[in-house]
Every structure is written in C-alpha cells, then in structure tokens.
C-alpha cells in the first residue's frame, strides 16, 4: 500500500512538472524538436536559435502596435 502510494505521489510529481513546463513554455525547444522530426525538409535549428527566433517573433507582435503611430 505505502509502494502505491509513493508511485501515485511520484507520477502527480512527474505529471505536474510537465504541465508547468508545458505552460510556461519551458518546454518548447523540445516540442519544436518533436515537430521537426516530421518534416525531414530542414535540419532543425540549434537551441539559442530557435530562442533568438522565439524572442524575435515575440516582440515583434508588440513593436507592431505603435509603428504606425508617429506622425511626420
């Protein structure tokens, strides 16, 4: 009983981390990796590129807002 006990707590353990790695976005390199393997059309970007390329699309949404804004 105490054996399923610490294999029930252990896989909540387990389970919980992957969602507050999936939700945070930790993760993503790896879920980019996974994607990647089936398209064979590129080789896969290393891990600070893919974050330089994830930071850059990020803020590129919000430089957006305001490009149009000044007036000449």
């Known amino acids: ?6 294999d029930l707590a252990w896989w909540l353990a387990a389970r919980g981390w992957r ?3 999936a ?19 590129t080789a896969p970007l290393s891990r600070a590129a893919y974050f330089d ?3 850059e699309a ?5 430089s957006a807002c305001g490009r149009f804004s000044q007036s000449d």
């Open 1 to 6: 009983m105490t054996r399923l006990l610490l």
């Open 19 to 21: 969602f507050v790695r």
């Open 23 to 41: 939700w945070s976005g930790d993760d993503g390199y790896e879920r980019y990796l996974a994607a990647q393997a089936w398209s064979e059309t």
């Open 53 to 55: 390329a994830y930071l």
């Open 58 to 62: 990020k803020w590129r949404r919000y």
